[in-house]
């Protein structure tokens, strides 16, 4: 059971990972890698106070450098669910589990809103992991959306399974190895179905699936945990980064605007401060 | 007419003097130097994102680097009052005034809480400015309680003025060349009168004054702006960084806890870019 588990890579999440390791408490970082695509794009940043002029990629590395400097570490994972129970939470990754008393949030902003029956066929043929579902869709028919390169192996693995995979890349230069996939260029626009999934609609077409497999490095705010209050698709937090849900806290982008990395890291301090003065109340109960 | 002015010069303000840089404000950055002594004297810090073990001396040259190349330079005064009229707001510095739409108040925690006596006698005997109100009291008794060795010379000039001068210095290594200044090593506990400030009272005694001079880097919150409203001591906030009075807007420690660099750079961040949301707002109507 850890103290904190700090969910996402971007600059809050490192700042978060900083914070719990110096105020010498037990965390978990766990994200799809060390800082975010969406920095290491970024040309040349100009209000990171003390860094002038640093490029997305400079910044990225200071703050993976930084992290490395104090022996802190992301395990790679995506995670898809954040349960409570009894006062403590569990967070599914693929087939690991982990359990915290405390989740920081810091899932940036990319995580796409999810579209029209993706929450409500999740579990009901919708999923977000191919390692823990994949089995399931032996010799059947399933379609796949993809959001990043990243997940490359695991589409290839789901068509090793499947008997037909009806593959939606949704990024540049794709490269899929393998022989019963059917590559489609256009997004989805939802998911239909009855009391499970049944299909994949997009602009100017659909496909019939028995399942589909939603790859993305972050699901949703409100996906991830049950129950989160959200606007707009940001976290609702106080000034002290505490959610709605009591011992879950946020950070970053995913709190709302303006998106800046500075307020990001600011954010991943506050967010660690609070968890750890929740802890040491909940201690005193 | 400035479209911002920034008060303070550490973290939170650099941050906040940047950004309003970077989004082409006209501004001004008013403070008692370029960060804060506070950050000086920080022996390590760990967990600013991206500078990794670095002495406080070291972030606070980052920092004002960090300004200097950008062109971004602080005013060197002590505001000791932001008056609201007509919807903007003025600015008394010393013998100086500054008109601005917004003010970004990054005044840190150092601020003390004004003692007994400070805020009702202020204007009737008190006084924050040596160089405006000194010639009231030409020939006459005054108490002059000073927080910083900056500040010696105006205690010098002040004792020029009067006949007499009881010095209260609250700062290591004194040092004041005049005939006429009685030095007192004690804190000041408060300050009585009747419609006027009568004398300054300490522990184990008190010293009576035509009128008292309170040297400080920063005045506290309250006292600086009339109807702020604060708690503990502390500018009471939400998300954006707004405080209750509309075009106010505050960043960094005097906002509240944790105490810590990355969160202020954050706030100044967060501050500036509300700020400069209220701009573009207040145009339209």
Redo the contacts between chains.
Sequence with gaps: MYDIAIIGGG?AG??AA??AK?LNKSFVWLGSRVTSKKVERAELI????????ITGAQ?SW??S??AQ??GVYIEECVVTGVYETNGFFTLLAGEKTYEAKTVVLCLGVEAAKPLEGEEEFLGRGVSYCATCDGGLYRGKRIAVVCTDKAFEHEIEYLCSLAAHCTVFPMYRNYDIKAANAEIILKAPLKYVGDVKVREVVYKGGSVSADGVFILKSAVSPSTLVHGLKTDGGHIC???ACSANISGIFAAGDC????Y?Y?????????AV?SAVEYLAASEKK
């Excluded at 100009?46 to 002029?53: A, F, Q, V």
């Excluded at 709190?255 to 303006?258: A, E, I």
């Excluded at 500075?262 to 506050?270: C, D, F, S």
């Design positions: 600059p490192v700042s900083l914070n110096i100009k209000n990171y106070p003390g860094l002038p002029d910044l200071a703050l450098n930084h400097s104090m937090v106080d000034r709190t709302g605007r303006p800046q500075v307020k990001a890291v600011g954010e991943g301090n506050v401060h």
